[in-house]
């Protein structure tokens, strides 16, 4: 990943307030599991990573069964 700082600017009490933030990646984690089960067992997350490690996991849904057409 490529080093990647850069300041975003808001309001503060009619101030002008610099404030700096790091480059984020966005991954989507996709687990499928198959078993003694017929369907296979999916799930997802969202994977949140800067260069300094993994920022934000947050599960997508509730895990379900894949269709049979494969």
Excluded: C
């Amino acid at each position: 990943m490529s080093k990647g700082k850069h300041d975003i600017y808001r309001l503060k009490e009619d101030q002008a307030v610099r404030e700096s933030v790091e480059r984020r990646h966005q991954f989507n984690l996709v687990i499928r599991e198959t078993g003694s089960e017929d369907q296979p067992y999916l799930a997802r997350w969202k994977v949140a990573v800067s260069r300094s490690g993994i920022v934000d996991v947050e599960k997508v849904g509730e895990g379900g069964t894949a269709k049979a057409s494969e």
